[in-house]
């Protein structure tokens, strides 16, 4: 095996109570020291089941320039598909290692079962394995790389996504119309039905450093938006007003992270959300978010109807696979 996965990592670290030099953050990033612990406002939590669909709209538009982030409930999910799609994600990091590497990541690849993903400075190491593979749209599926235990882990995915397109396609909505725009038009700009999800589930080992280590880096999603469920450990936090706070776990509730090319697309009106996760010292935290991007070759800038003299241009216009390039080596865009 090439690449020794936290997970097992993990099983010897418990025994130790200590952890790899690698995995300490430098102390500007360790949550011990970094983690805000006063009185600050919770995430925005929205009902989609509200009928006033104009304060619906007002709320996303609040949450999404003010915070980046927001939490839907009586988003139009079933609790029992959305538990039936954890639990086959869990099953597969729960199988033996060598089952999970049948679908290791390759390089060059994004899609496969892994252990880093993104250049870290200092050749630090974050405190997570993850599988990453596109779920949408169904024509762009390679099933080669999709757990072949549980077997019913398709089922249950494409369960999942035959409730998630809906939702991803009224929040475009909700956030179109919000900017003034035809409903149409933010998704439209951001590959219409060519638009992919790709799901990632993040495994957080319990690690005994809570304090000094962090599942996944501070950044910023590339996708349009982002769709995530947790379990019930908690561990999200987002920077506001310049403190990391904890984003509060509701049951039910499905987490929408702003991205870059909403940020990009809506002139920077909507905010892509500084976020991060920790771990924790005693159970296992997992995470399941499906990033909405646009097509490889589809350009991204802002919208012209959100452009004038009085409110130039703010980002650059590009190829959203020259953006990934750029961010995923970074290199200034």
């Known amino acids: 095996m090439g690449v020794e996965r936290v997970q097992t990592i993990a099983s010897l670290s418990n025994n130790l109570g200590t952890i790899p030099q690698e995995f300490i953050r430098s102390e500007h990033e360790q949550p011990g020291k970094t983690t805000f612990h006063g009185s600050v406002p919770e995430l925005p939590v929205i009902d989609l089941a509200n009928p006033d669909r104009y304060q619906v709209t007002r709320e996303i538009v609040e949450a999404s320039s003010e915070w980046g982030i927001f939490q839907v409930v009586n988003h139009g999910i079933p609790e029992e598909v959305v538990k039936e799609f954890q ?3 869990r099953h597969f990091f729960e199988l033996p290692q060598e ?16 252990t880093k993903l993104h250049r870290e400075p200092e050749g630090k190491k974050t405190w997570v394995d993850f599988l990453y593979h596109n779920i949408w749209p169904q024509h762009i599926l390679n099933y080669n790389i999709w757990p072949q235990s549980p077997p019913e882990y398709r089922k249950a995915n494409d369960e999942y996504c035959k409730y998630l397109v809906p939702l991803v396609d009224r929040l475009f909505e909700y956030l179109s119309t919000g900017l003034g725009l035809e409903k149409n038009v933010l998704k439209e700009a951001s590959g219409g039905d060519n638009m992919k999800m790709l799901l990632k589930i993040n495994y957080y080992p319990p690690c005994p450093r809570p304090d000094l280590a962090l599942g996944v880096a501070a950044h910023t999603d590339m996708s349009t938006f982002t769709l995530l469920v947790p379990n019930d450990v908690p561990g999200l936090q987002v920077l506001k007003d310049d ?8 049951p039910n509730a499905i987490i929408v992270h702003i991205g870059d090319q909403f940020e990009i697309l809506s002139n920077g009106k909507y905010k892509s959300v500084w976020h991060r ?4 010292k005693d159970q296992t935290r997992m995470s399941w978010p499906v990033f909405c991007e646009p097509p490889a070759d589809l350009v991204i800038g802002p919208l012209p109807q959100l452009v004038s003299d009085e409110n130039p241009a703010k980002f650059k216009t590009k190829k959203f696979k020259d953006y990934e390039y750029c961010k995923l080596n970074k290199i200034p865009q």
């Open 87 to 89: 639990r086959v994600g």
């Open 99 to 114: 089952e999970k590497e049948k679908i290791a990541k390759q390089p060059g690849m994004k899609e496969g079962y892994g």
């Open 243 to 250: 403190h990391w706070v904890d984003a509060k776990y509701i």
């Open 277 to 280: 996760s920790t771990v924790n």
